[in-house]
């Protein structure tokens, strides 16, 4: 839909003499459902959608065009900033794509602190959506619950990296910072916890009938047009496809762990909301067997040059984040710095099937379908 192109449509109904005009909705890009800074420009009949337009590039910052400036340990702290919710995946890519160029080994202290704090910031992640999806629909203990056990995790990560939102922890080889004593106890009772907390979570929430009826059939599609769409993470397991990078092309150790990769078949809302909800009890599972591995003694570093120049060539490579498939693609022509860098956002990919969700459903569902989908608008406009 062009906006410059759009032709509203007016009329009489038939027997009541009554005059029937479409009209434009703008919603955003100051809104608090939007999830951030983001337009939708939404034309109605009554209270039927006809069609939709996302209007995107609010936050844009040109990362990967200022990439082809920097070294590469200084485009680090520009991925926190694309999915400002998930820092530490975004950390992670760019690390693991360098260093599968230049095939640098990792050591497994390393490896394992890297996964521990990948799945913690995945558990932080689906909180803030927990809580914010609630708010959306019309219920705010939940956020209140969310964000006081997110505060756990924030303040683990403080402790561990001196950030709580945008950490440039990953390192080109290993990681920063080593875990500080005691930190991984700390981290043993918060996963305790959790496992109770998330018990009351579905006691609150998921199984309230109400909320469930909210939920049910709307913004549902199959796993054809989930493939055509190029979604990923729930967005794609919602329709029953079984695909989670962790499982399917492990990287660091993953494959050391055992894990389920839940899936439902529906397709819609409340498939979403439950399989987010599963994921974060695969995550907790995640994390009590890399604490249980992890190893006592070790580097957080290999051995890397100290100008960091990948051979001549190009690679990509891809990995799980909590709204989905994130990748980095690199071009080197043997320098310290990228020829050519290039992100696959989950956020913006997931993004795309919007208008096609929204066509035909009730001005009263946008909302609910938008926030399923889960977006980080930082990661969308990059």
Known sequence: MNLDMISLNSEFSEGTGLRTEEMLLNVGPQHPSTHGVFRLVVKIDGETIKESLPVIGYLHRGTEKLAEGLNYTQIIPYTDRMDYLSAMTNNYVICHAVETMMGIQIPERADFLRVIVMEMNRIASHLVWWGTYLLDIGAMSPFLFAFRDREMILELFN????????????????????????????????????????????????????????????????????????LSGVMLRSTGVKWDLRKDEPYSVYNRFEFDVPTATEGDCLARYQLRMAEIEQSLRILEQALGQFPEEGEIMGKVPKVIRPPQGETFVRIESPRGEIGCYIASNGKDKPWRMKFRRPSFNNLQILPKLLKGENISNMVAILGSIDIVLGEVDA
């Open 159 to 230: 402790e561990l990296c001196g950030a709580r939102l945008t950490y440039n922890y990953m390192r080109i080889g290993g990681v920063k910072w080593d875990a500080p004593p005691g930190w991984i106890e700390k981290v043993k009772e918060f996963v305790k916890h959790l496992k109770k907390e998330i018990e009351n979570y579905h006691a609150l929430v998921t199984g309230n009938e109400i909320f469930i009826n909210r939920l049910q059939g709307i913004g549902k599609f199959d796993a054809k047009t989930a493939i055509d769409y190029s």
